[in-house]
């Protein structure tokens, strides 16, 4: 008796192992990312002067679909002015299936920039607050956002030249497919528009098209990023010397490495 009761037991032992393995192995809700990239480009723009930028961040997803997360990236001063030359995003929102493989992705983002402000006694900043929408089928999605508050700060006494009024109301659709193509190789596509609320001059396209190669758990991407922005808009100075300009919504090649974790 006692020799079958200790089988039993070992046997119970052996069936559990699989178990406590597959529970071992289960992913982590957090999750985290790092980044360098040749030029930081948001929405076709680049937000670096047309430098190499940093980025990182960390996300929580729970199991129900809910999930919270913040990023952030250097930029350049000279395009959020009197700042920490930082973009700190904040945002939180809920994923879910509607049909086989096709879902949904909705929840807003803040994106904040440490103490930049306009040059005009600190009384307009670049904070921008964002709800957004998507639809969302295996590699593909179609996304929408709409800027609850101004435009990174876009308003008569900002940007008088190409409107007037405020431009809360603001939206950006957004195209994109992350296409596998063979074995750790992947194809990345963009398409989207910004309109931007009573200044239809700041309005533009912008699209992408590359490559990212998983090596070893590293990302390696390269991309052709462009847009149609207008050069009159889209071009920034040196803080203090007009005379040394960029057009930062023009095409160009962006190198990237990262690794998430």
Request: hydrophobic share 35%; proline share 2%; aromatic share 14%.
């Amino acid at each position: 008796m006692r020799l079958n009761t200790i089988a039993v037991s070992l046997i119970a032992m052996l069936v559990s192992i699989p178990a406590i393995a597959e529970e071992a192995a289960a992913p982590s809700p957090i999750t985290g990312n790092f980044s360098i990239v040749s030029d930081y480009r948001f929405r076709g723009i680049s937000q670096s002067y047309k430098q190499p930028a940093v980025q990182g961040g960390i996300d929580f997803t729970h199991s129900s679909g809910a999930y919270l997360g913040t990023w952030m990236s250097s930029v350049s001063g000279n395009s959020y002015t009197n700042g920490a030359s930082l973009e700190w995003d904040m945002y939180g929102g809920y994923r879910g299936t509607i049909v086989g493989d096709f879902g949904y992705d909705v929840g807003a983002l803040y994106y904040y920039y440490p103490s930049a402000h306009y040059n005009d006694n600190g009384k307009t900043k670049y904070n921008t607050l964002e709800a957004y929408g998507a639809l969302t089928y295996k590699w593909a999605s179609l996304k929408y956002s709409h800027a609850v508050t101004n435009f990174f700060g876009t308003k008569t006494e900002t940007a008088g030249a190409f409107g007037s009024g405020d431009s809360k109301g603001s939206g950006y659709l957004d195209l994109s497919a992350n296409i596998p193509l063979i074995d750790k190789l992947t194809f990345n596509a963009h398409l989207g528009h910004q309109s931007v609320r009573h200044y239809t001059k700041m309005a533009y396209t912008d699209w992408k098209a590359g490559v990212t190669y998983d090596l070893s758990g590293w990302q390696l991407g390269a991309a052709v990023v462009g847009t149609n922005a207008r050069d009159e808009v889209y071009t920034t100075c040196d803080v203090g010397d007009s005379s040394h300009c960029k057009k930062t919504g023009s095409n160009t090649l962006v190198l990237s490495v990262g690794k998430s974790f």
